[in-house]
């Protein structure tokens, strides 16, 4: 018998709908505490479709700099999923050299505004 797990997510709004925490658990989690975030992307896919759905939320708090941290992290585990799930390593990696080269012009647009 397959156990299962549920994930919980809770999105508070602003007055404007604007996401202004997000907190998830899962119940396989030992603690089954409640963890923040500052964003978040969730993928589905629908195979009838052939499509992917998504939840792309992020707070209003999360700063610039964050948000190059998260979307360069989360290629790199995009890229090391890719390698696990199909014979195609060669493209994982252009997926992982993407990912580096999107994070170096991030740091250098930064550098430029001096931030």
């Known amino acids: 018998m397959s156990t299962i797990s549920t994930i919980k997510i809770q999105v508070g709004l602003d007055d404007q709908k604007v996401p202004e925490s997000i907190a998830w658990s899962a119940t396989d989690n030992k603690d089954e505490r409640l963890m923040t975030a500052k964003g978040m ?15 792309d939320l992020w707070t209003k708090d999360m700063m ?16 090391d999923t890719y390698a696990r799930a199909t014979p195609y390593k060669d493209q994982a990696d252009e997926m992982r050299a993407f990912a580096k080269d999107f994070f170096k012009k991030f740091q250098e647009k930064q550098a430029a505004e001096g931030k």
Do not use: H, Y
Not at 42 to 55: C, K
């Open 64 to 79: 610039v700099d964050e948000m190059a941290d998260f979307f360069f992290q989360t290629m790199m585990t995009m890229a």
């Open 41 to 55: 992307i969730v993928s589905f896919w629908d195979p009838a479709e052939r499509a992917a759905l998504r939840i």
